[in-house]
């Protein structure tokens, strides 16, 4: 890969981190946003895999295993076996519209961002409705790289507590994350080997944002960063998508 694209990848790992230093979330969807519009969406999330596990991994730890496996246990499921025996074109098969379905997903996220419709209570069915909210994120992942819908809509409305919501994130998107690095294992070794500078830059640039993104934290209004996200997404979104028709 050439010095001029290194440099892009990184700069784009430097802003997904900074969006997950402030929101403690936005990685993957940043990077793949921002990449799905410079290359195969399957080339951009190979590049996504290692920032994503080594920024998830201590938002994983906490007090609050138990509880949340008790909990979440049929969405983890439902999306690692979704993620892996996906039906539909996955995001590394060649004949498949990945960009467009990727375009979409954003263009998705970001109407709903924006909308911040009322979340309805599970109650009972809470076990049941997890199942179905992996299962539908996992088919979504296999296809984009994202992983962000309905899985996060669904965790906001357990409205569990703060710290238990961020744990049950990161170790949601940790199980994701190696689902689709199994998944793209599967592809020719030679394209890791290949991305091998750039994954490389991913990584190192990530740290340095979340770095960034936690300082300005408490700078930022959350309400206003939020919406100028979504924003972003839904643009970013219908461009990907435009392209791809």
């Not at 997950?20 to 793949?32: A, D, Q, R």
């Not at 994503?52 to 246990?73: D, E, K, V």
């Not at 969405?75 to 990727?102: N, Q, Y």
Request: hydrophobic content about 60%; some cysteine.
């Amino acid at each position: 890969m050439e010095s001029t694209s290194l440099i892009i990848v990184a700069a784009v790992f430097l802003a997904a981190g900074a969006v997950k230093g402030v929101s403690g979330m936005g990685l993957p969807t940043v990077s793949m946003a921002l990449l799905g519009l410079l290359m195969p969406p399957a080339e951009a999330a190979m590049l996504m895999v290692l920032p994503s596990l080594a920024t998830n991994f201590a938002q994983c730890i906490g007090p609050h295993w138990a509880m949340l496996a008790r909990a979440l246990w049929p969405m983890w499921t439902g999306l690692v076996l979704a993620v892996l025996f996906s039906p539909i074109p996955a995001i590394d098969a060649p004949e498949g519209r990945a960009s467009l379905v990727l375009g979409l997903v954003l263009a998705v996220y970001g109407i709903w961002g924006l909308a911040r419709p009322a979340l309805p209570g599970f109650g009972r069915h809470a076990l049941f409705a997890g199942g179905i909210a992996g299962s539908a994120t996992g088919l979504v992942t296999a296809a984009t790289g994202v992983f962000v819908i309905p899985m996060v809509p669904y965790l906001q409305a357990l409205k569990l507590p703060k710290d238990v919501f961020i744990q049950g994130l990161g170790i949601s998107f940790m199980i994701a994350t190696v689902a689709l690095a199994l998944r793209l294992g599967s592809s020719d070794v030679g394209d890791w080997v290949a991305n091998g500078p750039a994954c490389a830059a991913a990584l190192f640039a990530a740290f340095p944002g979340l770095w960034a993104g936690a300082r300005l934290r408490g700078r930022l209004d959350p309400a206003q960063f939020q919406r100028t996200l979504y924003g972003i997404f839904l643009l970013l979104g219908l461009i990907m998508a435009g392209r791809s028709m």
